[in-house]
């Protein structure tokens, strides 16, 4: 089974443009996860898609927005990108997340590592 | 009140011997426990999970969880170089989110 792939895997970009990420999950997988992973903050939450809803989101301005499409992929945009937004930005799947997926385990994808100058 | 947290280390054994990795957790509702390596420049993989109190063990690898010190803990019996990496404590909460701890720098030394 082919595992999470994201695309680009990596991208560089000044401050003030806009970007968008895209994750396809593992075969079967309903839930996709977007975190942000920097040195200095470690990886942190950005939201959760089921079923093309946002589920669950982090605390992130509103300038990262994501969404899902009916076969599960997802994509995540930043807009306005600041020098912050400089990181690795991971995506995960499960199969279904939530309440359901409590003790799911999620896989990440190899992550599209985003220069921001 | 940082949520998830873990020694940064770095955690420097040598070869052989039994590395331990802490962490701890504020969510008193957390329902489940996952422990991942990250290797330099790579993704999270997962190696272990735990959901009750108690040890559990996968070959060299032994998750300890205690909820009512909310602790969860990762010990790696036999270290061996190639167990160099940071391993990261993820918790899900009472809010079904996976928050993950900064990670700890293990460095096992031939």
């Known amino acids: 089974k082919a595992g999470v792939t994201q695309t680009p895997r990596y991208l560089i970009k000044t401050r003030g443009q806009q970007v968008t990420l895209s994750c396809s999950p593992i075969s079967g997988h309903r839930s996709v996860s977007w975190y942000q992973q920097t040195p200095g903050q470690g990886l942190q939450f950005l939201f959760e898609y089921f079923s093309e809803t946002q589920r669950n989101k982090g605390n992130f301005p509103g300038r990262f927005s994501g969404r899902q499409f009916s076969n599960s992929r997802s994509e995540m945009n930043v807009s306005t990108l600041e020098l912050g937004d400089s990181a690795l930005y991971l995506c995960?799947?499960?199969?279904?997340?939530?309440?359901?997926?409590?003790?799911?385990?999620?896989?990440f994808g190899p992550g599209t590592r985003l220069l921001v100058l | 009140q940082k949520e998830v947290e873990q020694n940064s280390g770095p955690l420097s054994v040598p070869e052989g011997a039994i590395a331990s990795l802490n962490c701890t957790y504020s969510d008193r509702v957390s329902q489940s426990f996952f422990w991942y390596r990250q290797y330099s420049g790579k993704s999270p993989e997962l190696i272990m999970s735990?959901?009750?109190?108690g040890d559990k063990e996968d070959g060299r690898f032994t998750a300890q969880l205690n909820k009512a010190s909310q602790y969860v803990s990762l010990l790696i019996r036999d270290s061996q170089p190639s167990d160099s990496a940071t391993y990261l404590c993820a918790v899900r909460g009472s809010n079904y989110k996976l928050t993950f701890g900064k990670g700890t720098l293990l460095t096992v030394n031939p």
């Open positions: 995960a799947s499960s199969t279904s997340g939530g309440l359901a997926g409590s003790q799911e385990t999620q896989y």
């Open positions: 735990i959901y009750s109190n």
